[in-house]
């Protein structure tokens, strides 16, 4: 059964650094999401990237946040200078066309800022 | 965006059905109804989601009430497995279909 893969699962940095968290996509989905939860809290919606371009975003996302599909099969997540509040799992999704549709989650990655 | 209430916790036998329960009394009438559950240490996982009709697929039944405002997943035997938070969220056609995810309820299987 076909699945949404991250890479890396956990990820170590110091603050001030930038990094980048990858996602590959079911592929032939056309709509790519970013969400992420914070240790005991809520999964919370971060962006929403259709036809190349981010189509909604939350108040998170500000300008240190940036998505982007390289490629054909890559969707990434880049925060640029982190900070300590930044720690959290943060869940790729990805869903078909179709309006309604389920939206499929992959495993997560664990991002730590020391 | 419509909101939905469920209660905090709900506790079940293994292998006995559990009803979950969602309060969406002000939902519109191009809301789908969706549920997905998160299991511990894991993301979120579509369970299922219907507009008006009840729905059955091979991890559980959706129950919608004649007047949209209440919705029921029904897990048939539940198992250890089924422990996580199960999260009720409606999503309005056309909006892009982010998720809101509330704080749903945690269901608790014992053995």
């Known amino acids: 059964e076909p699945e949404v893969t991250q890479t890396p699962s956990h990820q170590v940095t110091q603050m001030g650094q930038e990094v980048i968290l990858r996602c590959v996509p079911i592929?032939?989905?056309?709509?790519f999401y970013w969400y992420r939860q914070i240790l005991g809290q809520k999964v919370e919606f971060l962006v929403s990237f259709y036809n190349n371009e981010i189509s909604e975003k939350s108040e998170i996302f500000d300008d240190q946040f940036s998505v982007e599909r390289p490629d054909g099969s890559n969707f990434t997540l880049k925060i640029r200078s982190t900070k300590l509040e930044d720690s959290a799992m943060y869940f790729c999704?990805?869903?078909?066309?179709?309006?309604?549709?389920?939206?499929?989650f992959g495993p997560g990655t664990r991002l730590t800022v020391l | 965006d419509a909101k939905t209430t469920q209660p905090n916790s709900m506790e079940s036998n293994e292998e006995e059905p559990v009803h979950l329960p969602c309060n969406h009394s002000?939902?519109?009438?191009?809301?789908?109804i969706h549920w997905y559950r998160q299991l511990p240490s894991q993301g979120p996982e579509y369970v299922i989601h219907g507009l008006t009709s009840n729905v059955n697929n091979r991890m559980a039944s959706l129950a919608i009430a004649e007047d949209r405002k209440s919705s029921t997943l029904i897990l048939h035997r539940a198992t250890l497995r089924d422990a996580a938070v199960y999260y009720c969220?409606?999503?309005?056609?056309?909006?892009?279909?982010?998720?809101?995810f509330g704080t749903g309820t945690r269901l608790a299987v014992r053995p």
């Open positions: 999704a990805s869903r078909q066309r179709i309006q309604g549709n389920e939206q499929f």
């Open positions: 002000t939902i519109s009438g191009t809301d789908y």
């Open positions: 592929s032939n989905h056309l709509y």
């Open positions: 969220i409606l999503i309005r056609i056309g909006s892009g279909d982010k998720l809101t």
